[in-house]
């Protein structure tokens, strides 16, 4: 479920940057509040995915590749948010939630530039959602999806393992993640990337 709802979320959000963009770009009021609206709609959406990796990373569910690569069972609960950016796809979330922060402001005090603003602002949602969709076009991939489940890593495709549907349980090196590349596991590195995206 974790996986459909990660998805659902990113294809929504992605779509409704890409609605935002083409609205705040027309001329016309209705189209103003048409991008006001997409964009409000993919800010909860990002909020929601974002809220939904900080689920499955902190209940260790290590069928995800991203969970498996980035967390373990040892990890101290503070370096969560570490683990969370360890990786791309997590800082592109980061990324945009600060640009959606951003962009909510500015909806929520608007001037002669806000349209203008927030046409740009939604055009770089778009290519930074794209990095987290994770499609294939025969062999090129567009992205990085967060929500990949370990099996359907190309890496781990077509290995026997990942024909077993008990492989979580069956073999022990996927009951407990990778874990935290140790040279980020401190306060520093909790703070640092946050603070860096939001200047």
């Known amino acids: 479920w974790a996986a459909n709802l990660g ?14 963009t083409f609205a705040y770009y027309a001329k016309g009021q209705d189209w103003k509040k048409l991008g006001r609206f997409a964009f409000r709609v993919h800010a909860v959406s990002l909020f929601g995915l974002i809220g939904t ?3 499955i990373m902190a209940n260790h569910y290590f069928e995800f590749d991203y969970v498996w690569k980035h967390t373990s069972l040892d990890l101290p609960a503070r370096y969560l948010f570490s683990a969370f950016w360890e990786g791309q796809e997590g800082s592109f979330l980061l990324w945009m939630f600060w640009h959606n922060v ?17 046409a740009v602002l939604a055009a770089i949602e778009v290519f930074l959602t794209s990095m987290v969709l994770g499609i294939y076009f025969g062999d090129f991939q567009l992205g990085l999806d967060p929500f990949l489940l370990l099996r359907e890593a190309p890496s781990n495709m077509g290995l026997p393992w990942s024909l ?10 996927f009951q407990n993640g990778q874990g935290l590349n140790p040279l980020l596991q401190n306060y520093w590195m909790t703070i640092h990337p946050p603070t860096l995206f939001l200047g």
């Open 102 to 118: 951003l962009g909510l402001v500015l909806l929520r005090n608007p001037s002669k530039w806000t349209p203008h603003v927030m």
């Open 164 to 173: 077993r549907a008990d492989y979580l349980t069956a073999f022990p090196m």
């Open 7 to 20: 998805r659902g979320l990113t294809a929504l959000s992605f779509t409704m940057a890409l609605l935002s």
């Open 53 to 55: 990796l900080f689920f």
